[in-house]
């Protein structure tokens, strides 16, 4: 073999790990070493000798497992992520629920102008997060809100939302809104991609458009709802844009009223960047955990039916 061909064949291996070389750049950069920097940053302290006050004072040292420990004995992480749970339990099934009737119905035959409706349904999920809380947060406070001056006018009883009682389906509300439409994308294009012989059979066997829904279009669709359930999932657990931007607005949310709250405020607010990053990592292990044991009991149930 020549140098010339020897030359090609060597380029032509190399070629697939040069087109990768930028991506992979990019994920060591941002991803892998910003997480390997806070978990060495989790197993250290600072530790101040006299009244710490000069050079040499403040000295970073190995911590093992204490800021760990300090974590998991935190009465605020742990509130936060009972708060957590309690709004994920209205978020989670209400968005999910309500997307997957939004793409039944547009997935019908008898639907009209079906992609403006999609469009419709899925344009709050363009909106910006923080954009979405200012906005809903703003028509939340009764002296700014057309809705409480119509039910002033109405003479109706006027709720505080931003209360500590309501807060939770205020925040839902937001999540709710914003999240819809995506998880409707998902699962309108699974939808969409159900053969046009299986709806034929079944009108066949004289099935009407809800056993159709019921036993043909939802189980068909199961994996994009474990899907948007894993998304979901995920979202709920990381909330932390929704009480942010409402905080300013109502005393009801508290610095530390989510756990990546708490984080933020002892890293940024404490300046404790050490237990911030011990508290981010438990958050992660939690959410991985969470997720891969949710995604393994969804896939040994599909594996469970396909053996009937």
Not at 67 to 85: F, H, I, K, Q
Not at 96 to 123: C, H, K, N, Q, W
Not at 214 to 226: D, H
Not at 258 to 274: R, T, W
């Amino acid at each position: 073999m020549s140098g010339t061909a020897r030359r090609r064949g060597y380029g032509a291996k190399a070629a697939p790990y040069t087109f990768l070389l930028p991506a992979t750049l990019l994920f060591a950069l941002f991803f892998a070493l910003p997480i390997g920097y806070a978990l060495w940053l989790s197993f250290r302290k600072v530790q101040v000798s006299g009244l710490g006050l000069g050079s040499g004072a403040r000295t970073e040292v190995w911590a093992g497992l204490e800021n760990y420990t300090d974590a998991l004995t935190d009465s605020e992480l742990l509130n936060g992520a009972l708060r957590v749970l309690g709004y994920g339990a209205i978020v989670v099934p209400v968005m999910l629920g309500l997307a997957l009737l939004f793409a039944l119905m547009l997935d019908s035959e008898r639907v009209r102008l079906a992609p403006y409706t999609r469009l419709a349904i899925f344009l709050p999920y363009a909106v910006p997060g923080v954009v979405a809380a200012l906005l809903w947060g703003f028509l939340y406070l009764p002296d700014v809100s057309p809705f409480y001056f119509v039910l002033d006018r109405l003479g109706l009883p006027q709720l505080d939302l931003l209360d500590s009682g309501p807060l939770y389906l205020a925040l839902s509300n937001i999540a709710v809104w914003g999240g819809t439409g995506f998880n409707m994308i998902v699962i309108y294009t699974s939808l969409r991609s159900i053969p046009a012989e299986v709806y034929e059979a079944a009108k066949l066997d004289g099935a009407t458009p809800l056993q159709t829904a019921l036993r043909i279009k939802i189980p068909m669709v199961a994996p994009s709802l474990v899907l948007t359930f894993f998304f979901s999932i995920i979202a709920t657990l990381q909330v932390f844009n929704e009480p942010t931007t409402l905080k300013p607005l109502t005393n009801s949310v508290s610095t530390t009223w989510s756990p990546l709250m708490k984080v933020y405020q002892d890293a940024f607010g404490n300046g404790d960047i050490y237990a911030a990053a011990a508290q981010a990592t438990i958050i992660a292990l939690a959410t991985l955990l969470l997720s891969f044991g949710f995604l393994r009991a969804a896939n040994r149930r599909q594996k469970q039916e396909a053996t009937r």
